[in-house]
């Protein structure tokens, strides 16, 4: 178990520009969620997906930001168009699907990608 | 809207105090609840997972209850150490869903 792994760790970007973040989560895990994390908040959540479909989004998640899961493994999230307000660390989680797709599953946590936008 | 408020907002300690973190939910339907220690810079570590047949954790120093009705949750940390200096996060999800809703948590310091 090596754990959920993000990269990069962190990105500085200019207003306007285009960046993208990957996760791999731990494996065997088929939850995948993100979340975003501004200087003195908790996490908020912004999507998740089981195996490649994506179940939720968050009205966080603005339409300059899409996600993907294309083969149920690692997930990319994708932020166009970037503006000083998205700067923030985003988290990635995962866990597993057990006992119904009601019930919860502890959530483990990946280091972040911390965004600066300029 | 889920909301969740952990208090105190920071808490200052000499090693070797037992403490208390405080966390509630406006609304009171938790079914399971997560503690999560993060420290400056860094991702989330998860700590205790209560789960809905639950209503307490232990892992080592540390004792995490929940009471369902109320909708509040304490994390006890016993015999404190300077190493336990973080902030603590509490979440859990709404009935039904998945992602979890955070407080702002507690900063912790643990002064040797």
């Known amino acids: 178990d090596t754990g959920v792994s993000q990269d990069p760790r962190h990105k500085i970007t200019k207003r306007g520009q285009n960046v993208t973040f990957r996760c791999d989560p731990i494996?065997?895990?088929?939850?995948l969620y993100w979340y975003r994390q501004t200087l003195g908040q908790g996490p908020e959540f912004l999507t998740y997906f089981q195996n490649e479909a994506q179940l939720e989004k968050s009205r966080l998640l603005s339409d300059r930001f899409s996600a993907e899961r294309p083969k149920g493994s690692f997930s990319t999230l994708e932020i166009q168009r970037t503006e000083q307000g998205d700067s923030a660390m985003y988290l990635c989680?995962?866990?597993?699907?057990?006992?119904?797709?009601?019930?919860?599953?502890?959530?483990?946590f990946g280091p972040g990608t911390r965004l600066t936008v300029l | 809207k889920q909301e969740v408020t952990q208090i105190p907002a920071a808490l200052s300690v000499p090693e070797g105090e037992n403490l208390v973190l405080n966390c509630s939910f406006t609304d009171s339907a938790i079914y399971n609840l997560q503690w999560f220690r993060q420290d400056p810079g860094k991702g989330l570590t998860s700590l205790l997972l209560i789960q809905s047949s639950q209503r307490e954790q232990t892992s080592g120093r540390l004792n995490a209850s929940l009471d369902k009705s109320s909708g509040r949750s304490t994390l006890y940390i016993a015999a404190s150490q300077p190493g336990d200096s973080a902030t603590y996060l509490c979440a859990g999800p709404r009935p039904g869903a998945n992602n979890l809703f955070f407080g702002t948590g507690t900063r912790l310091t643990v002064i040797p």
């Open positions: 989680a995962s866990s597993r699907l057990a006992g119904g797709p009601s019930s919860y599953n502890e959530q483990f």
């Open positions: 494996s065997e895990h088929n939850r």
